[in-house]
């Protein structure tokens, strides 16, 4: 599965963006699915999930409410409102087949990666 994501910018603090995230697969459903981030100078973090058949969500504490992830045949998305600085990092879309439920926020259980987009917030 190859992915490719898009919708990164620099925005305003409190603003919003949409990314996206686009598989070869022709469809996401049988997937865990999820974004990871990584600010600079810091490690890579999770930020959301959605496991296969949607059946469950993960957010990150520090994006609950303020960040939404969803999904459309082969697209991945993450809306992401009232946005703050510390937000700011390089976007990671992720993908897999083989997970367990428990995994699914663990980054190191993926094997199917995007290249990245980078987020800017400015405040």
């Known amino acids: 599965v190859q992915l490719q994501a898009s919708g990164g910018g620099l925005v305003q603090a409190g603003g919003s963006l949409r990314l996206s995230c686009t598989a070869t697969?022709?469809?996401?459903?049988?997937?865990?699915t999820a974004w990871f981030r990584q600010a600079p100078g810091k490690e890579r973090e999770f930020v959301a999930a959605?496991?296969?058949?949607?059946?469950t969500l993960r957010y990150a504490d520090s994006v609950k409410g303020r960040f939404t992830i969803s999904r459309d045949k082969n697209t991945l998305y993450l809306q992401m409102n009232f946005l703050k600085p510390e937000d700011t990092a390089v976007y990671y879309c992720?993908?897999?087949?083989?997970?367990?439920?428990?995994?699914?926020?663990?980054?190191?259980?993926?094997?199917?990666w995007g290249p990245g987009t980078l987020v800017t917030v400015s405040s």
């Open positions: 992720a993908v897999d087949s083989q997970l367990i439920l428990s995994s699914m926020t663990d980054g190191n259980q993926y094997d199917y």
């Open positions: 697969a022709r469809t996401l459903n049988a997937y865990y």
């Open positions: 959605v496991s296969r058949f949607a059946s």
